[in-house]
């Protein structure tokens, strides 16, 4: 079955150092691949997805490439900010997002000033 | 993005009591509904999904006669959590996509039910 590991932490970072969490996948057909983002006291939010290999998903500074050879999806962010503080989970489905998630166990980040 | 609402955001229960969580969206027709449900330290496992005015699809291992769905609404499903016990005691969230406009889920902010 489909499935995703990514790192748990919790991270505590400082203002402008460079994220990355690792996330890296297992999968029966070709799936899509996702980040969400879960702020404190509000819903998951989509961040970023790509949907085939060598993609690249990126919104507010964050990036992530769909490496099919790895079977890899790490966000990356090169100055992290105090509003970046929420839970991030990396995702898959079966097909361009509409399907049924499968999620990671989400890590938890805090960006101090 | 849209909007999803879930109400309550917390509930209290005694053990062999009923609770009935909502999830609305509040901007859009929701076609497809998923619940979700989430332990401390674990990912996000889904329950079941819910299309409007058909019966529910439920995850292996998930229990139809205790977690009863109701989709009767494009804006309106509900999770029926029957004879809860402490061991249900979770966080619950659901989704909403319409498969017509926008292939995206869009999430509530959950529900935390405590049973005693």
């Known amino acids: 079955g489909n499935s995703v590991t990514q790192m748990e932490g919790p991270v505590t970072l400082s203002e402008e150092a460079f994220l990355t969490i690792n996330c890296t996948y297992t999968a029966t057909g070709y799936p899509s691949l996702f980040w969400y983002v879960q702020y404190p006291g509000e819903g998951l939010q989509l961040l970023l997805k790509a949907t085939k290999a060598d993609d690249k998903g990126s919104n507010k500074g964050f990036e992530a490439t769909y490496r099919k050879e790895t079977t890899s999806f790490h966000l990356e962010k090169g100055s992290v900010q105090v509003s970046d503080s929420a839970v991030y989970f990396c995702?898959?489905?079966?097909?361009?997002?509409?399907?049924?998630?499968?999620f990671g166990k989400g890590m938890k980040l805090t960006v101090n000033p | 993005g849209a909007v999803v609402s879930q109400h309550p955001s917390r509930v209290i229960c005694k053990s062999g009591t009923s609770v009935k969580i909502e999830c609305r969206s509040l901007d859009f027709q929701a076609t497809t509904m998923f619940w979700y449900r989430q332990f401390p330290k674990k990912s996000l496992m889904l329950m079941a999904t819910s299309n409007e005015g058909s019966k529910a699809t439920y995850e292996q291992g998930v229990e139809k006669d205790k977690f009863l769905i109701n989709h009767a609404s494009l804006t309106l499903s509900t999770l029926t959590v029957t004879s809860a016990h402490p061991e249900d005691s979770s966080f619950y969230i659901c989704s909403a996509w319409n498969s017509a406009e926008v292939h995206e889920q869009f999430f509530g902010p959950g529900t935390r039910l405590t049973v005693l």
């Open positions: 995702a898959l489905s079966d097909w361009g997002g509409s399907e049924k998630l499968v």
